[in-house]
């Protein structure tokens, strides 16, 4: 251990209170040893550190700080150069708010569309979200505070997400679900990590021995502080033996009682007490001795907010798709609608125009320290002649005569019609998935109106996740910034105009429709299983592998320059190639490495992301360019050995500027690594073949190598129950608050606006009313509350009452020696 002095002198019971925390945001000191106590604050893309007493879910204001682009948005940079700019600007201001944990970035894979979180993830690809994530967690940590990428592992979805188990096979575990937090973990240097608040194959994250002993601490050496997803304890002793130092937020001393029972009761040895208090003590001490060597020098102090929301408006522009870009109807001849000619008279339509969607809702909200830029606020700084701005739309959905009037009679007498539309905020929320992919009617009816008096549509998307697009035809151009932070609104417009060429591409593939995607029959879970029985066939892998057709591909995105890729040279360390700006203006190439082996009898994904890189060039110029291979580019998890393998066989080597793109191709002849091939034997065509839209159980099964776990809500409701399956409760009472919930639930949807904390109740699980009350609830009063909700309403009164005056008095005679000790 590295701090054993220290360690020694803790008294037992203040080693079991260290491990959980003393409030919403902080961890607990002991006075009286010189053990600080330290802050963890959100922050994927922009400071949320709460002026007031702390809350979760942001209800009071936190101070300000700049609202970067989302995680879902900088994906499609593909630049890990920016990444790291970025998260060098939130170590910055971190630190300078005295946070000494930056509770992201995120980096779940988008296994469905709908996932209501999708924008706070990086992208359906795992080495492409890993090498991103790992350039954001190097940035923060060079400015002395923690990064804590999460959720591990395996959260893809936000309904019942902490009553939720995700059954997975090891291979796509491993090849999917955790490539990229190895990524993070070994190339990044993550120095925390956060556990998810579900399941992994029937073991909730924060205490699943597999994840956290054996293969994060085990197989990938990593050594710093894991901590809970607010509220995602389930059994704290179980965590703790895992290797999970930390619960949060602040579940007061009835955890702590639970540990010092456990070393009594033997199923908790001191030795492995000790060790979590260890790697805790080691990040708490590295990070107060750090932040006190910035304060003794005024660092901390200084952030220049106007450089920052200019690396913003930057990310925002290099993250900006160019979908499409036809002919200007007005001017036949003149060549592609964008970029918009100098000083045409544009009408500018469209509610985000007025109020943009910069950002997700949830606990990555941020205060912006700047006034974040509009379209309409900022084109009259731009060379463009705007004849007008008008909403169009009701944001909340409702049809409106009189605003469509108004649009219509602007967009007749303009040039191009510029038509902010897209995801309301209801549409995708942290705590509720999405039921659709479309954007609201309201907003398609009105474009289709537009296009009749006016056949120029630039049609500027905002969003944090993939959407149908039946519509497109409707525009002549459309450009997709996601969900651009405070200077998305400039960079827009630096991209209409040409000041700046797009170069953002996918991160995430755009399907023709929702029924097409390969969870489509899986997702969510229908009662506490979410199958994942899609297995590798995520985004890409799926359509490319099925040969299913797409409205946009993963990595694509169109330039106002043109390229040309040529002359590949393919060697055991990788691939070198000439890449040339063949177009009249200067632009950037996301040039990407897929690899595939067609003669495997290993089953896989045709074709894989194994590398990239964002070239600048001027016009007229070219580079040769090269992309190393590493130890992920031809491996497979092999289920039989247990380990990485190298399957023998020819590999394709292809490059492109886009999945269904590729220039070059070649091959190399790889010699395996072992001959002891998985699956020999057994019947599997929906995996040979990538069609897993319908797998069967047996097929499932075998790819699991075990029966399906049940699954069903059977019988009484358990702790691990969300509030909203009290509609089987016994319980009259239980079933009638119940249906108030999901009425207040129904209505603020239909109002438009999320209700975080509303939608946090509903999904809570019964054992986490215990962790998220701030020690006023016991864990034998949860049990106390099932009694009444499954029926015995008298006896578990008796028992809520009795666990509240032992909670009292066990609390009251904790804080005294606590405070006794110091």
């Not at 998260?87 to 894979?109: C, K, R, T």
Request: glycine share 10%; with cysteine; hydrophobic share 35%.
């Amino acid at each position: 251990m590295k701090h054993q002095d220290l360690v020694n002198k803790m008294t037992t019971e203040e080693k079991a209170a260290f491990l959980s925390g003393k409030s919403e945001w902080t961890t607990r000191k002991i006075k009286r040893l010189g053990i600080p106590a330290i802050f963890l604050a959100d922050g994927p893309h922009g400071i949320r550190k709460q002026a007031g007493t702390g809350d979760h879910l942001g209800l009071n204001p936190s101070l300000p700080a700049t609202c970067f682009p989302t995680a879902a948005t900088v994906a499609n940079s593909w630049d890990e150069d920016l990444a790291r700019a970025i998260g060098e600007a939130l170590g910055e201001e971190a630190s300078a708010q005295g946070v000494n944990v930056l509770l992201g970035p995120g980096l779940n894979i988008k296994r469905s569309p709908l996932c209501g979180r999708n924008f706070e993830y990086f992208s359906e690809d795992p080495y492409l979200a890993g090498k991103m994530a790992a350039a954001y967690i190097r940035g923060i940590q060079s400015q002395g505070v923690y990064a804590c990428p999460k959720h591990f592992a395996v959260n893809s979805q936000e309904l019942r997400r902490m009553a939720m188990n995700a059954v997975v096979d090891e291979r796509t575990l491993r090849e999917i679900y955790l490539t990229g937090f190895e990524i993070a973990v070994k190339e990044g240097g993550a120095k925390a990590l956060m556990t998810s608040y579900n399941q992994v194959n029937g073991t909730y994250a924060n205490e699943n021995e597999h994840l956290l002993k054996d293969i994060l601490r085990g197989e990938w050496g990593f050594n710093g502080m894991v901590v809970t997803d607010w509220g995602g304890s389930n059994d704290h002793v179980r965590g703790v033996v895992a290797g999970s130092n930390l619960e949060m937020p602040t579940p007061g001393l009835d955890s702590a009682r639970q540990i010092l029972k456990a070393l009594d009761g033997k199923t908790l040895s001191m030795e492995e007490l000790d060790a979590c208090v260890d790697d805790l003590l080691d990040a708490v001490l590295e990070l107060t001795q750090e932040s006190a060597m910035k304060n003794v020098s005024g660092k901390s102090e200084i952030i220049d907010w106007e450089q920052h929301h200019k690396l913003a408006g930057k990310a925002a522009a290099e993250s900006i798709v160019l979908l499409k870009n036809a002919e200007n109807r007005n001017m036949p001849g003149a060549g592609p609608l964008l970029p918009l000619k100098e000083n045409c008279n544009v009408a500018l339509i469209g509610d985000f125009a007025l109020v943009p969607r910069y950002q997700g809702a949830g606990s990555s909200m941020v205060n912006t320290a700047k006034e974040v830029e509009t379209l309409n606020g900022m084109i009259e700084h731009y060379p463009l002649h705007c004849i007008g701005c008008v909403p169009g739309y009701q944001r909340t959905g409702e049809a409106d005569a009189v605003m469509e009037k108004a649009a219509l009679d602007l967009a007749q007498n303009a040039d191009v019609v510029i038509y902010c539309f897209g995801l309301n905020e209801i549409s995708e929320a942290e705590g509720m998935d999405r039921s659709h992919m479309r954007i609201p009617q309201n907003q398609i009816s009105l474009l289709e109106s537009l296009t009749r008096v006016n056949s120029n549509i630039v049609g500027i998307l905002s969003g944090g996740s993939a959407v149908e697009m039946p519509w497109q035809h409707c525009c002549r151009a459309i450009l997709h910034g996601y969900l651009g932070g405070q200077a998305g609104a400039g960079a827009m417009l630096d991209i209409l105009t040409g000041n700046v060429n797009p170069s953002g591409r996918l991160a995430e593939t755009y399907p023709v429709r929702y029924e097409d995607t390969p969870a489509f029959r899986y997702f969510p879970s229908a009662e506490r299983n979410s199958e994942y029985r899609e297995a590798l066939y995520v985004g890409y892998r799926y359509y490319d592998t099925a040969r299913v057709r797409v409205q946009y591909p993963f990595g694509y995105g169109l330039s106002y320059t043109t390229f040309e890729y040529r002359d590949l040279e393919i060697t055991a360390d990788g691939v070198s190639f000439t890449l040339e700006n063949t177009g009249d203006r200067d632009g950037a190439e996301v040039a990407q490495l897929y690899v595939g082996c067609f003669d495997g009898k290993v089953f896989r994904p045709e074709k894989q992301l194994k590398g990239f890189q964002k070239v600048f060039l001027k016009a007229g110029e070219k580079k040769r360019v090269s992309i190393a291979f590493d130890d992920k580019t031809f491996r497979y998890w092999n289920v039989r050995t247990n380990r990485y393998e190298v399957e023998s066989g020819d590999y394709q080597i292809l490059v492109g500027a886009c999945v269904l793109d590729i220039r070059l191709s070649g091959s190399i002849n790889l010699k395996g690594s072992s001959a002891d091939l998985p699956y020999e034997g057994t019947f599997m065509p929906s995996y040979r073949t990538g069609f897993i839209q319908d797998v069967g159980k047996e097929e499932y099964e075998a790819l699991l190598g075990y029966p399906i776990p049940f699954g069903r809500w059977d019988g009484e409701l358990g702790p691990n129950d969300a509030v909203c399956q009290m509609y089987y409760a016994k319980s009259g009472l239980a079933r009638l608050i119940y249906r108030i919930l999901t009425d207040k639930k129904n209505k603020n949807e239909a109002a438009g606006t999320p209700d975080l904390n509303l939608l946090f109740q509903y999904n809570i699980p019964f054992r986490a009313i215990a962790k998220m009350t701030g020690g006023m609830v016991s864990m034998d009063m949860v049990q106390g509350m099932l009694l009444v909700v499954n029926g015995h309403f008298f006896k578990g009164m008796k028992e809520i009452i009795k666990g509240f005056l032992v909670n009292e008095r066990e609390n009251r005679r904790y804080e005294k020696l606590l405070s006794r000790e110091e």
